[in-house]
């Protein structure tokens, strides 16, 4: 970035190949009215930021959901309900690294949506009637839900056949995500503990 005397911005010049930052710094260190900006490394600290932001907040939101449960039936029910929830977001990071995947803010994103319709699926198959047996013959809770994944998986899911890269990321996690969730939720919520 070039300035003026006075201090006003008067124009940038845009450099490419550049090999070592460090000397170039120092090189430009003589100029008063110039200062170096390396903007793949400011995108990049930005989106760290962000990104870091994005998953403060989702531990809050999971713990406020935890709070809630909590106060309004009992500790034991809200972790029950919760429980599968995050096993399955830990999870869900966890094939994201073992397949090498770079985790993005729209990785995070999408974990936003697996909480969110993770606990759903939970709520729902924790407190389900007792007559309701989890079969597609004799209940509507197994049905209702798996529905519900399917419809996600379709809708948010095929975003990860997209060229473009942000789409890619928010489609891959949830795909994975609600995969995960739908499973462990059933696995682990359907054992009800009581009310």
């Given at each position: 970035?070039?300035?003026?005397?006075?201090?006003?911005?008067?124009?940038?010049?845009?450099?490419?190949?550049?090999?070592?930052?460090?000397?170039?710094?120092?090189?430009?260190?003589?100029?008063?009215?110039?200062?170096?900006?390396?903007?793949?490394?400011?995108?990049?600290?930005?989106?760290?930021?962000?990104?870091?932001?994005?998953?403060?907040?989702?531990?809050?939101?999971?713990?406020?959901?935890?709070?809630?449960?909590?106060?309004?039936?009992?500790?034991?029910?809200?972790?029950?309900?919760?429980?599968?929830?995050?096993?399955?977001?830990?999870?869900?990071?966890?094939?994201?690294?073992?397949?090498?995947?770079?985790?993005?803010?729209?990785?995070?994103?999408?974990?936003?949506?697996?909480?969110?319709?993770?606990?759903?699926?939970?709520?729902?198959?924790?407190?389900?009637?007792?007559?309701?047996?989890?079969?597609?013959?004799?209940?509507?809770?197994?049905?209702?839900?798996?529905?519900?994944?399917i419809t996600t998986l379709l809708?948010?899911?095929?975003?990860?056949?997209?060229?473009?890269?942000?789409?890619?990321?928010?489609?891959?996690?949830?795909?994975?995500?609600?995969?995960?969730?739908?499973?462990?939720?059933?696995?682990?919520?359907?054992q009800k503990r009581g009310k």
């Amino acid at each position: 970035l070039v300035y003026t005397k006075d201090g006003q911005w008067m124009g940038r010049i845009l450099l490419k190949h550049v090999k070592n930052n460090k000397v170039l710094k120092e090189t430009l260190k003589q100029f008063n009215n110039v200062t170096f900006v390396d903007t793949q490394k400011a995108y990049q600290d930005l989106f760290k930021l962000y990104r870091e932001r994005i998953l403060f907040l989702a531990v809050l939101v999971f713990f406020a959901i935890f709070l809630t449960l909590a106060l309004l039936k009992s500790i034991k029910d809200a972790y029950h309900i919760v429980y599968p929830v995050l096993l399955a977001i830990l999870a869900t990071i966890g094939v994201m690294g073992l397949s090498q995947v770079v985790f993005t803010i729209f990785h995070v994103m999408g974990l936003f949506i697996i909480l969110c319709i993770g606990i759903d699926y939970s709520l729902f198959f924790y407190w389900r009637d007792e007559g309701d047996l989890l079969s597609f013959k004799r209940g509507s809770i197994l049905m209702t839900n798996c529905l519900c994944a399917i419809t996600t998986l379709l809708s948010f899911g095929l975003l990860c056949f997209s060229q473009t890269k942000a789409v890619h990321d928010f489609g891959v996690s949830i795909f994975i995500g609600i995969t995960l969730c739908f499973g462990m939720c059933y696995v682990f919520a359907c054992q009800k503990r009581g009310k």
